[in-house]
């Protein structure tokens, strides 16, 4: 017997995470979606759609195809989450890195995805 939820049960479009979350945007063009508390740097949804797809274009022109796997060696910043997008709205695969890792903990996670 399995567990159901009592909720009612939701439809998953059949999009990638990027097209999912990028679709509407252009309703909330003007609103604030990710602030820098370090910096009070702002992006609005607007800025968002715009970074991403910029994002997207340059992984392309630099030959970067749909299956291709980026590993981000980042702390967290609101343009973690820019790249993240941009990677996925070209079909890329993303793994990440933290940079307290060390060289060879970073170097495994390479080693993974390179198989």
Known sequence: MGIRSRLPE??????DVATYL?????????????????TDTRFTFADVK?????????????GFKKGDIVCM???NSPEYGLIVLG?????????TSNPTYTK????N???????
């Open 87 to 95: 990677v996925l709205s070209v079909g890329g695969v993303i793994t």
């Open 22 to 38: 990028l679709d509407d945007i252009d309703l909330y063009a003007d609103c604030v979606a990710l602030v820098d508390a370090k």
């Open 50 to 62: 715009d970074k991403v797809r910029r994002i997207g274009s340059a992984l392309t022109r630099l």
């Open 109 to 115: 996670i390479c080693d993974i995805y390179d198989e």
């Open 73 to 75: 060696y980042s702390s």
């Open 10 to 15: 939701i439809t998953v479009p059949e999009v």
């Open 104 to 107: 060879g903990e970073t170097m």
